[in-house]
């Protein structure tokens, strides 16, 4: 017996030398929040000497250090698995392991069986989503001996006494196909017909043609297959069908999609004119997508993040022994508590946290959520995008662009003169513009006025990466701006106009007293003009770029759209 015990300890010195942990082996996100000192990690670990580990990590007594470039989660589990809801046909989060699949399998499946005609053997036979009608309506059509013509406001094959079988007619009457990648993706938008609702709108489309389209209220406005003819878009839903008119516009960051949809089962709006009118069926949008995936992301991941938490059961205090430590150094120097620090604020359930987080010296924690980098060693932390963090947990940025695309503050051409706006001078730059001083100087001249076409009411959205969700405004008189954000506060600025930067120096609001130096684009749609809006770092420089000011820290971006000048009120009007 002495001599087994002997071998029994050997192993389990050898596994501990060997770095070996409880954790690493853990298959499943529930199985390891279950075990003390573990954690799960939404992808593999990176240990700090830059190997990678597992999803499931150790943060007890002898643990090696690692980074957590996902989402870091103590003891609740976000569902990565769905089932179809064939009541209403919405994919619900299941438990993992419970017979679920993934959201996009879902998705393409949760929908109502549809049927088409078989001509030959004339009999409905089951169809994919999108390709067909309910049953009875098939059943009623499908007659070899019936005559069919292509109605034209419908764009339907209807009975008619002279006409082609129900296929020669189909083959050219309302034939629409999937989308285009250019409307494939994640959007952004506002509606802006006359009675419009305010807030942020929504609209999600899969590769193959889901659409799913949300209010400011997050209630589900339109669901079911978007198709595309040369000139329209088609909502179709299974009580009916949306036909709709649409015109792209191509913007600095983003494309602009003004999207006029009409009312189900009727003819698509003539004009967009007729759309925007009060008491017309329809509604018109305009809705934006990132052009490039490297400086944008629409995809809508913290509003998953906020509703799945929403969810989750509540805890009436938060025990977390590591909250206490105000910066990285601090928190990971935690000798008693296993402590790590996030580049976010953590979130336990519904709760805003703080950025050190971990288990308690006995082992109990709280559950909680970092959507950033997690690290339980290092302040400049190693992370699977090729980026870095600096102690602060801020990401850190480098290097210029090469141009600035409409700016006019293009290259990286030595001992050029640039245009300073904060104090209209001109200096020697690597951003500079101008070969020749004096010809930076004619340019570089404050102007106490706002540009003509700024003057009015603008209504936008944030696009740089870590957007505030919700509607912004902004009002333009000749001298000053007043910017409304989301939250209803509000700020007003005198505004200067300087080359092809405007400065705003702030006179109310929480920023009363700086001055922010901005880049501005304006672009004409079919309804409205489009304003791209980058701003600064407060009493800072502007950004260099649109593409810069996307990703750059304490940098902003913008873009509002305003009714074109020569619209009438009864057409476009955002002055409520």
Not at 104 to 130: M, N, R
Not at 181 to 200: A, F, M, P, T
Not at 262 to 286: C, E, I, Q, W
Not at 464 to 485: D, L, M
Request: with cysteine; net charge neutral.
């Amino acid at each position: 017996m002495p001599t087994l015990f002997i071998l029994v300890a050997a192993l389990l010195l050898v596994s501990i030398v060997q770095g070996q942990d409880p954790c690493r082996d853990i298959p499943t996100c529930i199985l390891c929040v279950a075990k003390k000192f573990c954690g799960w990690c939404s992808s593999p670990v990176i240990f700090i000497d830059g190997t990678k580990g597992k999803q499931c990590a150790f943060q007890g007594d002898g643990a090696k250090p690692f980074v957590c470039d996902g989402t870091y989660q103590t003891e609740t589990c976000i569902p990565e698995e769905y089932k179809c809801d064939n009541s209403s046909f919405n994919c619900k989060p299941v438990p993992a392991g419970s017979g679920g699949e993934p959201i996009e399998k879902c998705l393409a499946d949760c929908f109502p069986t549809v049927y088409y005609c078989d001509k030959k053997a004339s009999k409905c036979i089951k169809s994919t989503p999108g390709n067909g009608t309910d049953f009875k309506t098939c059943n009623e059509s499908c007659n070899n001996e019936q005559k069919f013509s292509c109605d034209q406001k419908t764009q339907k094959c209807i009975e008619s006494e002279s006409g082609t079988s129900f296929d020669a007619c189909n083959k050219t009457c309302g034939q629409a196909q999937n989308v285009t990648n250019d409307i494939v993706g994640h959007w952004r938008g506002l509606q802006i017909s006359i009675g419009y609702k305010s807030g942020e709108w929504k609209m999600d489309v899969t590769n193959t043609s889901l659409v799913t389209i949300t209010t400011p209220d997050k209630t589900v406005w339109a669901k079911g297959i978007l198709q595309q003819t040369s000139n329209e878009l088609w909502i179709v839903e299974k009580d009916g069908t949306r036909r709709s008119i649409f015109v792209l516009t191509p913007l600095p960051t983003v494309q602009a999609l003004t999207w006029a949809v009409g009312a189900k089962n009727l003819p698509p709006p003539p004009d967009f004119d007729t759309a925007m009118r009060a008491n017309t069926p329809g509604t018109v949008f305009v809705m934006y997508k990132c052009q490039t995936a490297s400086n944008c992301d629409f995809s809508h991941l913290s509003d998953f993040i906020e509703s799945t938490i929403n969810e989750l059961m509540l805890r009436a205090n938060i025990k977390d022994n590591c909250e206490v430590h105000p910066n990285c150094k601090e928190c990971i120097g935690d000798k008693a508590n296993k402590c790590g620090w996030c580049s976010t604020n953590v979130i336990y359930n519904t709760t805003v946290g703080k950025q050190c987080a971990g288990h308690n010296s006995d082992g109990s924690k709280d559950p909680f959520i970092c959507n950033g980098v997690y690290s339980t060693e290092t302040c400049d932390f190693p992370s699977t995008t090729g980026s870095s963090t600096s102690s602060s947990g801020k990401p850190s940025s480098s290097g210029k662009p090469s141009s600035s695309g409409s700016t006019g503050t293009s290259g990286n051409t030595k001992n050029k003169y640039e245009c300073i706006p904060a104090n209209a001078t001109c200096e020697l730059s690597e951003n500079g513009q101008y070969p020749v001083k004096g010809d930076c100087e004619a340019v570089c001249q404050k102007q106490p006025f706002v540009p003509v076409d700024l003057l009015g009411t603008w209504r936008g959205l944030q696009i740089n990466k870590g957007y505030v969700i919700g509607e912004w405004r902004a009002v333009f008189t000749q001298t000053n701006v007043t910017v409304t954000r989301p939250n209803k506060d509000k700020f007003s600025a005198t505004v200067t106009l300087v080359a092809n930067y405007l400065t705003m120096d702030i006179q109310t609001g929480d920023l009363k007293g700086k001055k922010i130096q901005t880049l501005w684009n304006i672009a004409f749609g079919v309804e409205t003009k489009f304003f791209t809006w980058a701003w600064g770092i407060p009493n800072g420089k502007p950004p260099t770029d649109f593409q810069n000011a996307m990703t750059a820290a304490n940098n902003a971006e913008f873009v509002f759209a305003s009714c074109l000048s020569n619209k009438d009120p009864k057409i476009c009007n955002f002055d409520h």
